[in-house]
């Protein structure tokens, strides 16, 4: 698989609190520790699973590599998981309690220790394939969706948005080659794909929720600590640029698959040697690598404080906050676990290093990753103040 004001009100600023805000922390405080929970538990699962039956280990049957599961066996990789989940159970039964926690600033290097750890032992670049392949194919259904409702609420918009699609579905077949029967078998070994790889799927799935949920225990935690404060307002103050560097993170890899369209492709095989299938597929992760990029934009675009007025149902309705960084602090979790495995397995197994340096140039995971993650945050507790939270 080839495979985004100032700050108004510092967060470190100790006056008096919206009347609403302690809910609205509390309520906060409860799904993350929720989730934590459940990740944690079915983490606990499958490390239990993998000791009683190793063949069930995909890090020990070759499905799944990790960087734990390349310098160790299968029994060393269930032990260290079950371990790290007793770990998250144990960091998010603290974290439940609150403002009666003594210890905060302590729980949360603890769970940004156990964060690390996770993404480090359980990451596989299998998780962003699996991500870039779902995330591609829901783009390019959102995009159709959104050209249909555009041209009906806006069709000024719609009708701009159809003229590029048309163009770059024209260039696709008359230049590229791209067939009705490629687009056919594309469906159909992608349908197949994601049927066979489910159990990987769910593993994955589990790691990155953990690690996040994880993650956001840490965040939250440190929070309580001077110097968290100080370095959200940092991160609130400089939002707009960690926000655009986090939106360049997948432009490389957008643009190496746009060169499929023309007579120099990069990164894949001569331009009359590219099958329609593998064209279609190409297209779908690059049309993903824009869609990610332009939904990071939203972070610091007004539609990433009010939806757009042609949006069905919600349109002028102010975003929640929840609705940008939930789904954007899971796209970085992806990330972040993806980046050093596959850093060190594209640069320690490439024909030269080169080569492999040039993959993670062309897809930088290490860079959009944590940039994402910055911006996501500077995101939220941007929104935070707004609210008085």
Do not use: K
Not at 155 to 166: D, N
Not at 186 to 192: K, L, M, P, R
Not at 225 to 243: C, D, N, S, Y
């Amino acid at each position: 698989m080839q495979t985004h004001m100032t700050f108004i009100a510092s967060s470190s600023d100790s006056g008096p609190r919206p009347a609403d805000s302690r809910p609205s922390r509390a309520r906060r405080t409860r799904a993350i520790a929720i989730t934590a929970v459940v990740a944690s538990a079915a983490l606990a699962g499958m490390g239990l699973v993998w000791l009683l039956a190793p063949g069930l280990n995909p890090f020990g049957n070759g499905s799944m590599a990790s960087l734990l599961s390349e310098v160790s066996g299968p029994t060393v990789v269930a032990a260290v998981t079950l371990a790290l989940a007793v770990a998250g159970l144990a960091l998010a039964m603290l974290f439940a309690r609150g403002d009666r926690d003594p210890h905060r600033v302590l729980n949360g290097v603890g769970a940004a220790a156990v964060a690390v750890a996770i993404g480090l032992t359980l990451g596989s670049m299998g998780i962003i394939a699996y991500a870039g392949y779902l995330f591609g194919f829901a783009a390019v259904a959102a995009g159709v969706f959104t050209i249909i409702v555009t041209l009906v609420r806006a069709p000024r918009l719609g009708l701009l948005l159809l003229a590029g699609v048309v163009v770059v579905t024209s260039a696709a077949v008359w230049l590229a080659g791209l067939t009705l029967d490629g687009l056919v078998e594309f469906a159909v070994a992608f349908s197949s794909a994601l049927a066979a790889d489910a159990p990987n799927l769910a593993v994955a799935a589990v790691v990155v929720v953990d690690a996040l949920a994880c993650a956001a225990i840490a965040i939250t935690e440190l929070h309580a600590a001077p110097a968290g404060q100080r370095f959200e307002a940092w991160l609130v103050r400089h939002r707009r640029m960690l926000t655009v560097l986090a939106a360049l993170g997948p432009l490389p890899y957008a643009v190496a698959r746009a060169s499929w369209l023309t007579p120099w492709p990069l990164f894949g095989p001569e331009a009359a040697g590219i099958p329609p299938a593998m064209l279609t597929t190409g297209l779908m992760l690059g049309a993903g690598a824009v869609a990610a990029s332009l939904l990071t934009l939203g972070l610091i675009l007004p539609w990433g404080r009010r939806f757009p007025r042609w949006m069905p149902r919600i349109g002028g309705r102010p975003v929640p906050t929840a609705g940008a960084v939930v789904p954007g602090s899971i796209a970085a979790a992806v990330l972040c676990v993806s980046a050093v495995p596959m850093f060190v397995t594209v640069v320690g197994h490439a024909g030269a290093v080169i080569d492999g340096l040039v993959v993670n140039l062309v897809l930088p995971l290490w860079f959009w990753g944590p940039m994402l993650a910055l911006a996501v945050w500077a995101y939220a507790a941007w929104r935070g103040a707004e609210d008085g939270e």
